[in-house]
């Protein structure tokens, strides 16, 4: 007998999802629900998939965090990220908690590295660039800051005033 989908039962069509990505628990039972799947073959289901180690968001979260942090994204994009995933709030901050900050100053570093020379933030304007980017990539402004230094000033063009010119 055929379900939703066109698949034999849950439990190949959550295969058959999770041949193609991960999927948090949440997640997977989301889209099996979706599918058209009643709530307890979606639970009979995630519970074996669990117990055979194909769902783990314990290690989804660490993987998706590794991976984020090194593409260059901060605490409070990993955050997002993970949020999107549909993952635990609690799994999330334990995961976040057990970062290296030292990882974190690091992917900073290189990110600002891959997009800025370094004599260019020594401009005012590019500071600013370069600060926007880390904010928006997730860092801290303290860690930004910290990683920026002060800001440049510009230096005055050598302006004559008009009375100089007569």
Do not use: C
Not at 32 to 37: C, D, H, K, L, N
Not at 114 to 126: C, E, I, V
Not at 130 to 147: D, I, N
């Amino acid at each position: 007998m055929r379900t939703a989908k066109g698949t034999r039962s849950p439990l190949d069509y959550a295969y058959r999802l999770l041949g193609r990505r991960a999927y948090s628990t949440a997640g997977l039972a989301a889209k099996m629900r979706a599918s058209g799947f009643s709530p307890h073959a979606v639970e009979r289901t995630v519970t074996r998939l669990s117990s055979q180690g194909y769902l783990n968001d314990a290690r989804m979260a660490a993987a998706l965090t590794e991976r984020f942090q090194a593409r260059g994204f901060g605490p409070a994009a990993i955050r997002q990220k993970l949020v999107h995933h549909q993952l635990d709030s609690a799994l999330i901050e334990q995961t976040l908690d057990a970062r290296q900050p030292a990882l974190e100053l690091e992917a900073a570093r290189k990110l600002l590295a891959s997009r800025f020379p370094a004599d260019a933030l020594q401009q005012a304007k590019t500071y600013a660039r370069a600060l926007r980017l880390l904010l928006r990539r997730g860092y801290s402004y303290e860690l930004a800051k910290q990683l920026l230094g002060r800001p440049p000033r510009d230096e005055p063009e050598d302006e004559q005033g008009v009375d100089d010119l007569m």
